[in-house]
């Protein structure tokens, strides 16, 4: 009832004067008519409506078309406009265009449908959109799918028809669903604006920014948190390998114990050997064989 057009209201008649047979004439076109004349306790209606109303009716005609596009009395004329939908039923004066259209013309540019209120989606290199239906004929821009090309691409994926996979982005949910690009940067362990490129050889983690330690393969430090998967050097423990073996070891894992030294801060993480000479009594490059 909020959408519908009052075609009568009867502010003048009373019991004496109104006519028999009463013709009104509407010129809207719809579903339904109703005719209705309600009071209703606890209701205040405005002061023009009397207190008491009764109806009785003996007969009431509602004359329209069936077929949309034609007038006349018998329905068989059409509308003028061949782009009308509902014209007068008298005149043929078009009260209602057809989907895509819009007073004599069709919906202006990136508009269609009904009154040519609805915009048109996302549709590829720039072309329109039909003005009827609003499908994309050549089929979507980059980062948009559906007929109408009004969907963005799901979580994860961008490009033509959203067929392209996301790379390693730091936040998924930012990933360009036209180009890929991570908004908000990569993973750790790659990078490129797609976020698709491992780290080169011996980098990892934010941007690959950071130095491999001494892992026993270089091939084999994992890109993203930089930890040696093969173990490490001579010399070095730890899962990045980054930590020289403490004052009086060296070797693998850091298990073998250096020889007497002159100085044992100056003994080699990596082999062992004794690097400012041996203590008395001592010989050898690692000082453990007695003179």
Request: aromatic share 8%.
């Amino acid at each position: 009832m909020s959408q519908g057009k009052l075609c009568f209201k009867d502010n003048n008649f009373t019991r004496s004067t109104i006519p028999v047979v009463f013709t009104i004439t509407c010129i809207v076109h719809g579903q339904y008519v109703i005719y209705y004349n309600e009071r209703l306790q606890g209701v205040i209606y405005p002061d023009d409506y009397s207190t008491y109303a009764y109806t009785g009716l003996c007969e009431v005609e509602v004359n329209g078309c069936n077929t949309t596009g034609y007038f006349g009395p018998t329905c068989s004329i059409p509308c003028p406009d061949v782009n009308c939908q509902y014209c007068h039923i008298e005149t043929g004066a078009c009260q209602g265009c057809k989907p895509g259209y819009k007073g004599h013309t069709s919906c202006g540019i990136n508009f269609y449908g009904i009154r040519c209120t609805e915009k048109c989606g996302h549709c590829s290199d720039g072309n329109l959109c039909d003005h009827i239906n609003g499908t994309c004929a050549t089929g979507c821009s980059a980062g948009y799918q559906g007929d109408l090309c009004k969907s963005p691409c799901k979580k994860g994926s961008f490009g033509i028809d959203c067929n392209e996979t996301c790379g390693h982005c730091r936040d998924i949910n930012k990933c360009s669903n036209v180009n890929g690009t991570c908004l908000t940067g990569c993973a750790d362990g790659y990078e490129g604006n797609l976020c698709n490129a491992p780290c080169n050889r011996g980098q990892y983690g934010i941007d690959c920014s950071e130095t491999c330690g001494k892992c026993l393969d270089v091939n084999q430090c994992f890109n993203v948190n930089g930890r040696c998967l093969t173990g490490c050097e001579d010399g070095y423990v730890g899962n990045l390998c980054k930590t020289p073996c403490g004052d009086g070891f060296y070797g693998n894992h850091c298990n073998n114990k250096c020889g007497y030294c002159r100085d044992i801060d100056q003994c080699s993480p990596v082999n062992g050997t004794c690097l400012t000479g041996c203590d008395a009594g001592y010989q050898g490059d690692r000082c453990k064989t007695l003179t």
